[in-house]
Antibody, heavy 121, light 108 residues
């Protein structure tokens, strides 16, 4: 079964760090583009970061320089290292697979259940 | 960055009705547009990719159309399990991927 399972969320003080994990099963993370998407309480979806098959990474302006996406091939897992956390980073964080359908067409076809990050003193 | 605008923000509908949701891009995204459904407490689910292709397991009452800057998601006959928030996402000029703000479909 194709599945993503996130972990690592929690309550953290402003300025602190947290590392989110996303364990994949049923497919290989290195064979796909993989994204992190977050959703603040009562708000919509916000794309956070992506890692390409070749390892290139990109970030939303709101997290650039503070967050780092990475993967571990041996553990078939995706990670999001979050540093210098702010109250506005409070959200449910989802990892998702960016499936390529050809002709430049993509869609996030597999999502984890989400992990909650709360930044508060 | 491409801005995606969805309308209306909320739609109150009775079961069995036909529903049309709109999504507009601030510049052309060709046919690189996806639709997602999200129910309370759940992760989003991919409904449509490439503007009009249903994802695996999505029932045929869901259909997508459009090209360029104007897109539509249609639910031909709303079922009770379809009450949810729907998001569009452009997958053309990226990064960043950008989502619309969502349309909530609730019970009239």
């Amino acid at each position: 079964e194709v599945q993503l399972v996130e972990s690592g969320g929690g309550l953290i003080q402003p300025g602190g760090s947290l590392r989110l994990s996303c364990a994949a099963s049923g497919f290989t993370v290195t064979s796909n583009y993989m994204s992190w998407v977050r959703q603040a309480p009562g708000k919509g979806l916000e794309w956070v970061s992506i890692i390409y098959r070749d390892g290139n990474t990109f970030y939303a302006d709101s997290v650039k320089g503070r967050f780092t996406i990475s993967r571990d091939n041996s553990k078939n897992s995706l990670y999001l290292q979050m540093d210098s956390l702010r109250a506005e980073d409070t959200a449910v964080y989802y990892c998702a697979r960016d499936e390529y359908y050809g002709s430049g067409i993509y869609g996030m076809d597999v999502w984890g259940q989400g992990t909650t990050v709360t930044v508060s003193s | 960055e491409i801005v995606m605008t969805q309308s209306p923000a909320t739609l109150s509908v009775s079961p069995g009705e036909r529903v049309t949701l709109s999504c507009r891009a601030s510049q052309s995204v060709s046919s690189n547009l996806a639709w997602y459904q999200q129910k309370p407490g759940q992760a989003p689910r991919l409904l449509i990719y490439g503007a009009s292709t249903r994802a695996t397991g999505i029932p045929p009452r869901f259909s997508g159309s459009g090209f360029g800057t104007e897109f539509t998601l249609t639910i031909s006959s709303l079922q009770s399990e379809d009450f949810a928030v729907y998001y569009c996402q452009q997958c053309n000029n990226w990064p960043p991927w950008t989502f619309g703000q969502g349309t909530k479909v609730d019970i009239k």
